[in-house]
């Protein structure tokens, strides 16, 4: 077996109040959701909510990288960083409403070092 890496990290609260509040800390958190449709389709302006219909897929599920929180159309959103580079969303970059995260999320991870999660596209 090959050399393995790691993080200092812990298990976080599965809601979008603890996830702000560590993002509120400067802690970038990671966030392990179920997806659906919307997600592979981000808008223009990198945001991803799920049309009335929509239902989470539970055999789909992916992890990403909450970086900031902020409001799309007065509603709580949080902009995470995915690893599908930046032909993904803004620059690999999507802001996650609260519609569509809420129903989704099932487990986050506070990464407890010091870590720069870096915003250049580079990183994405």
């Known amino acids: 077996m090959g050399e393995r890496y790691g993080r200092d990290g812990q298990p976080g609260g599965a809601n979008l109040a603890s996830i702000i509040a560590l993002l509120d800390q400067g802690r970038p958190v990671v966030i392990l959701t179920m997806l659906s449709r919307s997600f592979f389709m981000p808008t223009d302006d990198g945001i991803v909510d799920p049309a009335n219909d929509e239902q989470p897929e539970p055999s789909q599920r992916h992890a990403v990288i909450a970086v900031g929180h902020g409001q799309v159309d007065g509603a709580t959103a949080i902009l995470v960083r995915n690893s599908w580079g930046a032909g993904w969303g803004m620059d ?29 596209t580079l990183a994405a």
């Open 92 to 120: 690999g970059h999507a802001w996650l409403t609260e519609r569509f995260l809420a129903p989704r999320l099932f487990a986050t991870a506070n990464l407890m070092e010091a870590v720069d999660v870096s915003s250049s």
